[in-house]
Nanobody, 121 residues
Framework: VQLQASGGGLVQAGGSLRLSCAAS????????MGWFRQAPGKEREIVAA????????HYANSVKGRFTISRDNAKNTVYLQMNSLKPEDTAVYYC???????????????WGQGTQVTVSS
């Protein structure tokens, strides 16, 4: 699976962005998908994850109620809608795919190239 993330940019605090991650291949619907982020000097952390069917989701406590993960298996795409953005959300955001887990970095086998999100105060 090859992943291409897009949709990052510069936004003011309180604003919104929608990230997209397009996957190649015909087996996208078999993979659980996750969005991760990495800020300068910090470890990569999971932001949100969604099961292969879309029936299950997980969010980091820091983004609950503000971010929404979704997927469209017909379009081979997973989304991250980010609302009420805060300066601390500034990071490079990565999408990733796994067939063997959901919540841990080391369970993900395929990674996109990352898209920068910058939230100004």
């Amino acid at each position: 699976v090859q992943l291409q993330a897009s949709g990052g940019g510069l936004v003011q605090a309180g604003g919104s962005l929608r990230l997209s991650c397009a996957a190649s291949g015909r087996t996208f619907s078999r993979y659980n998908m996750g969005w991760f982020r990495q800020a300068p000097g910090k470890e990569r952390e999971i932001v949100a994850a969604i099961t292969w069917s879309g029936g299950g989701t997980h969010y980091a406590n820091s983004v609950k109620g503000r971010f929404t993960i979704s997927r469209d298996n017909a379009k081979n795409t997973v989304y991250l809608q980010m609302n009420s953005l805060k300066p601390e959300d500034t990071a490079v955001y990565y999408c990733a795919a796994t067939a063997r887990g959901l919540l841990q970095n080391n369970e993900y086998d395929y990674w996109g190239q990352g898209t920068q999100v910058t939230v100004s105060s």
